[in-house]
């Protein structure tokens, strides 16, 4: 098991759904955790405007936010070390991280018959 820490920039909540303008890579990245959730892997979540400790704690975290601002959020740790910054990364990088297959997410698509192929059941 891993554990993968996520330092954010300042949000309304960690979907960015709320806003005024929803960054489409948010709900995306959201669900990539809750995936590597589903395997086996720990995950925490950290917003600088509603869990400032959490940044002040990490001293890694601290001393970047100390020397850059928040220009190098978001900071994507894994066991402890900075893998990531500045970007989300995709479900396929992060797998790579935990060793883990990333599954597509693809839509269903119908048939040639229609919904239920040839059956007729639709």
Known sequence: MKTIQVYDKPM?????????QVDPVLPQFAADLDWLKSQGNQVERFNLAQQPMAFIENKEVHQLLGSEGTD???????????????????REVMAGWVSATAAKQLLPVAKSGGCCGSTGCC
């Open 12 to 20: 309304c909540c960690s979907t960015g759904v709320c806003g005024p």
């Open 72 to 90: 190098c959020l978001p900071l994507i740790l894994l066991n402890g070390k900075i893998v990531s910054r500045k970007e989300y990364p995709s």
